[in-house]
């Protein structure tokens, strides 16, 4: 399999190339020149397949230059019991009939990038391994994705972590997951302002060419493409889970913020999996769910980014939201490009009636709603789902449609949230066995001014 740009540059590259890349280098995503079909006869045969072996077959349709004994040792080293919790790897929670939660928050961060960024190590330590390179990874975090980087990426060979966040802005429990890891290659570095000037000076160091290159500066964000291709399989699992035949269709709910979640959802649509609905569920911060019902993208400033209960979706532009866009538009990359080098814009009408055909529709959830779900929850099935979970959950009750099972993914555990869940149920979530005085732990983080040069230095001294 090739992979091409979604701004028009037609040069064909293998996964391997774009594996520790971000942006393709005309600014666009890299999209797969084609989706694999899948038909009922292998749907059939990996019906019954384990997590790890179901990865395996849908990543060898994508991955054709790393040997399939390799692949497979890799996806087995990666989705275990130990790491995830259960052998089901992302098992079902049923609520009523036809209405189930898929747990995906598991792993050892407590939310559903583990699924992702614990494949992305060990792609990462294989491939530097194969290339004799080194990588110093850089990025900024508010909460969930760095944490999830770090827990992916500790001990692993020919790798460090430099992660900046926010200092004192992080919940106490989210600190703790991060700054208690004691491993070499993870430095964790607090940055003297808010998340923003976190973010402005992984830019600027990124800007440096020669820094990046001296240094082999990389990143894991949420466009790189193997982070979305390793959340494809947990569509066709929860799929095989919820149905008896394969000419049944499902439904899937997804909480929202950069599309890269719902996206992996998409494409798993457009391989030939029995998907009706893709319902994206977004919070005050509705960006997404605005572009589905009006055909209008229109990104919001930081002044105009909500503050929320559910903070892993408080975005103000949908980065993974452009594979989309390049599908819905019959791949027009040079069309593509136009709409988001200008930064917001509007379809034409007939290009809105499209989207139908995908699958998508949307909702919008607040904090009222938030705290109503969960209470709801609580009550009537006896589970405490966290905030975003939530948000699924109220927007997947108004989409549902009768004979359609509905799968909500559960994005993370409530124990991360426990601010919220404690407003609504007056009660401590549980925390996973060994998590409980996780805050006691000892700390290794270093505080930094909101100064480019500082973090230069610091890498440059721990290289
Ligand atoms: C990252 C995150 C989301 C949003 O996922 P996207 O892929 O960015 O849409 C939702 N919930 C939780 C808990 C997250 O960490």
């Given at each position: 399999m090739?992979?091409?740009?979604?701004?028009?540059?037609q040069t064909e590259r293998s996964f391997c190339e774009i594996l520790l890349e971000g942006l393709a280098p005309d600014g666009g995503?890299?999209?797969?020149?084609?989706?694999?079909?899948?038909?009922?006869?292998?749907?059939?045969?990996?019906?019954?397949?384990?997590?790890?072996d179901l990865a395996f077959e849908i990543l060898s349709l994508y991955i054709d230059d790393i040997p399939a004994d390799d692949l497979l040792a890799i996806t087995r080293r990666t989705y275990t019991a130990e790491v995830f919790g259960t052998p089901e790897i992302t098992p079902l929670k049923v609520l009523e009939p036809g209405l189930a939660l898929q747990a995906l928050s598991n792993g050892p961060t407590l939310a559903f990038k583990d699924m992702a960024m614990q494949l992305l190590g060990q792609l990462f330590e294989y491939e530097l391994k194969r290339r004799g390179e080194t990588?110093?990874?850089?990025?900024?975090?508010?909460?969930?994705?760095?944490?999830?980087?770090?827990?992916?990426?500790?001990?692993?060979?020919?790798?460090?972590?430099?992660?900046?966040?926010?200092?004192?802005?992080?919940?106490?429990?989210?600190?703790?997951?991060?700054?208690?890891?004691?491993?070499a290659n993870i430095h964790n570095l607090a940055v003297e302002g808010v998340f923003d000037d976190c973010?402005?000076?992984?830019?600027?160091?990124?800007?440096?060419?020669?820094?990046?290159?001296?240094?082999?500066?990389?990143?894991?964000?949420?466009?790189?493409?193997?982070?979305?291709?390793?959340?494809?399989?947990?569509y066709f699992a929860g799929y095989f889970r919820a149905t008896k035949?394969?000419?049944?269709?499902?439904?899937?709910?997804v909480p929202s913020g950069n599309f890269g979640n719902v996206c992996a959802g998409h494409v798993a649509r457009m391989m030939g999996l029995p998907v009706a609905k893709l319902v994206v569920a977004t919070n005050e911060n509705d960006v997404l769910d605005e572009f589905f019902r009006t055909g209008v993208y229109r990104v919001r400033g930081s002044a105009e980014t909500h503050e929320t209960s559910s903070p892993s979706m408080d975005i103000s532009k949908a980065s993974n939201f452009e594979r989309f866009v390049f599908d819905l538009l019959g791949r027009d990359g040079a069309r593509v490009k136009a709409l988001f080098g200008a930064g917001g814009f509007a379809l034409t009408a007939d290009e809105h009636a499209r989207i139908a055909r995908y699958g998508f529709v949307s909702g919008r959830s607040t904090h009222a709603d938030r705290i109503a779900t969960i209470r709801a929850t609580h009550k009537q099935y006896g589970q405490i789902i966290d905030t975003h979970t939530a948000d699924g959950l109220k927007v997947a009750l108004e989409q549902r449609s009768a004979g359609t099972p509905?799968?909500?993914?559960?994005?993370?555990?409530?124990?991360?949230?426990?601010?919220?869940?404690?407003?609504?149920?007056w009660i401590d979530p549980p925390r996973p066995a060994g998590l409980e005085h996780i805050e006691d732990l000892p700390k290794r983080v270093t505080v930094l001014p909101v100064d480019v040069q500082a973090v230069k230095d610091f890498i440059r001294n721990h290289v």
């Open positions: 090739k992979y091409i740009s979604t701004r028009g540059d995503l890299y999209l797969p020149v084609a989706y694999p079909q899948v038909d009922e006869a292998t749907l059939t045969k990996w019906r019954g397949l384990a997590y790890a990588l110093n990874i850089l990025g900024a975090t508010s909460g969930d994705t760095g944490s999830a980087a770090e827990y992916a990426m500790r001990g692993k060979a020919g790798v460090n972590v430099f992660m900046l966040s926010p200092h004192g802005r992080m919940s106490p429990f989210q600190q703790a997951q991060m700054f208690s890891l004691q491993d973010q402005d000076i992984v830019k600027a160091v990124s800007n440096d060419l020669d820094f990046k290159r001296q240094y082999k500066i990389g990143t894991v964000n949420s466009i790189n493409w193997a982070r979305l291709l390793a959340q494809v399989v947990y035949s394969n000419t049944e269709k499902v439904s899937f709910t509905m799968l909500v993914l559960e994005t993370a555990l409530p124990a991360k949230f426990a601010a919220t869940i404690k407003e609504a149920l």
